[in-house]
Nanobody
Framework: QVQLVESGGGLVQPGGSLRLSCAAS????????MGWYRQAPGKQRDVVAT???????NYADSGKGRFTISRDNAKNTVYLQMNSLKPEDTAVYFC??????????????WGQGTQVTVSS
């Protein structure tokens, strides 16, 4: 009932920047929290950053000082600005959202993932 579509991944050199976007659509009443997770080959999916509807943010230690999460509540969109990228940031990045539908049912949704590759 709620779909998430990511964009903005790609290939970037070490030290470069990328901006990921994720737009939510569907039967949305409210989105409590949105976030970004990543999964490298052979590893588990880990949180990168989260943001609440009120703007409170949390970051994994790996991205502190380099990544910035933001959201546009009017557009149901979350962004992840990634600077000073390192090869170890290479992963598939997934958007996540949780909230309530117009039918007042709780939802948890994931995007399809976008590949970020940091390599020279």
């Amino acid at each position: 009932q709620v779909q998430l579509v990511e964009s903005g991944g790609g290939l970037v050199q070490p030290g470069g920047s990328l901006r990921l976007s994720c737009a939510a659509s569907g039967s949305i009443f409210t989105i409590r929290a949105m976030g970004w997770y990543r999964q490298a080959p052979g590893k588990q999916r880990d949180v990168v950053a989260t943001i609440t509807s009120g703007g409170s943010t949390n970051y994994a230690d790996s991205g502190k000082g380099r990544f910035t999460i933001s959201r546009d509540n009017a557009k149901n969109t979350v962004y992840l600005q990634m600077n000073s990228l390192k090869p170890e940031d290479t992963a598939v990045y997934f958007c996540h959202a949780e909230g309530r539908t117009t039918g007042l049912n709780n939802f948890v949704s994931w995007g399809q993932g976008t590949q970020v590759t940091v390599s020279s």
